[in-house]
């Protein structure tokens, strides 16, 4: 959520290994129970499933009481922090509002989950008799599993956070909207073109050529993935600077050339010898319908109308 806020902490710094020592200890507590052969391992969790105490005996590779509590633990806190960083990116930096109550609903969310763990493992550790009543069938666990489930969907509804978008405008930081705005779209263009820096431009530049020489595009049922994968680009970055840079989706970006590319063949006259439907398909559209919506949004006009537009007038 850091390096969404600062484009800073976007990359790895070596100190950011310091937050893995707090994962030190729950990791040497398990360890010998891991380092056990399997009939070993089996007989451990079957003593647990004959009886529930010996989860509580602390008898040897059976970690402790503490174990229960340290990660949910952590994670609230962390989560809190999270919450006061967004609040005061929202109070002191051009955090946009949209994406501000995103990011909210997502820490609350997370905090409520954490903090029904804890309960959860309280309600056991304070009566161990019920353990399996509790874990199985509780109201807790119902709406851990509801929390969990609506996380899902907040991510669900805007997957771009996932993919290294920026939620800021200012200094050094790039203005990335998952929700429609009130700015216009040469407004975003002249911001976006101020923020750009120079590596993105060296990247820019780099599908571009890529795109040309390869023709990639023209390749039905293109994936971002793949692209990425050809073009030698991350796909956190190439998805990054769709949205940043061309303000448009993976599906968009790519018919855009498609248009560009059957443009380029009606102007050739290749329409006089093939349809439009082939043209469409040799580009890479899969359907009639998707190769009239994309020609139309980006042209203005039907391929009907433009190609029209090509023939000289009568005498």
């Not at 590779?61 to 960083?85: E, S």
């Not at 804890?118 to 709406?143: H, Y």
């Not at 429609?180 to 779209?185: L, M, N, R, T």
């Not at 956190?236 to 380029?264: E, G, M, P, T």
Request: proline share 3%; net charge neutral; aromatic share 14%.
């Amino acid at each position: 959520m850091r390096g969404t806020i600062y484009q800073k902490y976007a990359t790895f710094r070596k100190k950011d290994l310091l937050h893995l020592i707090v994962a030190f200890p729950a990791v040497c507590s398990i360890l010998p129970y891991c380092l056990l052969d399997d009939p070993s391992q089996q007989f451990v969790v079957d003593q647990i499933a004959k009886d529930q105490n010996y989860s509580f005996s602390g008898a040897a590779y059976i970690v402790g009481v503490w174990h229960w509590f340290a990660w949910p633990l952590t994670a609230l806190i962390y989560t809190i922090i999270q919450f006061y960083l967004i609040k005061d990116a929202s109070n002191t930096i051009s955090l946009i509002k949209n994406n501000a109550k995103w990011m909210y609903r997502v820490t609350v969310m997370c905090g409520l989950i954490f903090a029904t763990l804890l309960t959860v493992n309280t309600a056991v550790l304070f009566d161990r008799s019920a353990a399996s009543i509790i874990l199985g069938s509780s109201n807790m666990v119902l709406f851990l599993c509801w929390c969990l489930l609506i996380l899902g969907g907040i991510f669900f509804s805007n997957p771009a956070f996932i993919y290294g978008g920026t939620a800021l405008v200012g200094e050094n930081v790039t203005h990335f909207e998952f929700v429609g705005g009130q700015q216009s779209k040469d407004e975003l263009y002249r911001e976006k073109e101020t923020h750009t820096s120079a590596g993105d431009l060296n990247l820019i530049a780099s599908l571009e050529n890529f795109l040309t020489q390869s023709k990639l595009y023209l390749e039905a049922g293109l994936t971002l993935s793949r692209l990425s994968v050809e073009a030698g680009i991350p796909s956190y970055k190439l998805s990054d600077l769709l949205n940043n840079h061309y303000r448009k989706n993976f599906n968009a970006y790519i018919n855009a050339w498609r248009v560009k590319h059957v443009i380029q063949r009606l102007e050739d006259g290749d329409h006089k010898s093939l349809t439009l439907e082939a043209l469409a398909n040799d580009a890479g559209f899969i359907s009639r319908n998707s190769f009239f919506t994309a020609f139309k949004k980006e042209m203005g006009l039907s391929p009907s109308s433009y190609i029209s537009s090509l023939k000289p007038p009568s005498a």
